[in-house]
């Protein structure tokens, strides 16, 4: 991933150490991790902007994606290779 310009979710973190080795990468690569332990990205001395989220809709979801990170990252509603809902 070192010359990648990507996006990697990380979802349901419970421990700072599962989460570490998907923070490697190029500074392309952008991470979204969610957890209910709101020290994970302090412990790890990250520059993290922390988010409190609901249950969110899917248009709900893309509109934080693109203000996150100026970028539109889904058209369809669908993540194109997996084809899962976002």
Known sequence: MED???????DDVWDAEHLRP???GGKQAARL???RNAGIASSLALHARPADVDEMSPSEAVAMLVESTGKIAVNSGYVPCFGCPV
Do not use: E, K, Y
Not at 4 to 10: E, G, N, Y
């Open 4 to 10: 990648r310009s990507c996006l990697v979710v990380i």
């Open 33 to 35: 991790f969610t957890t």
């Open 22 to 24: 998907f923070l490697r």
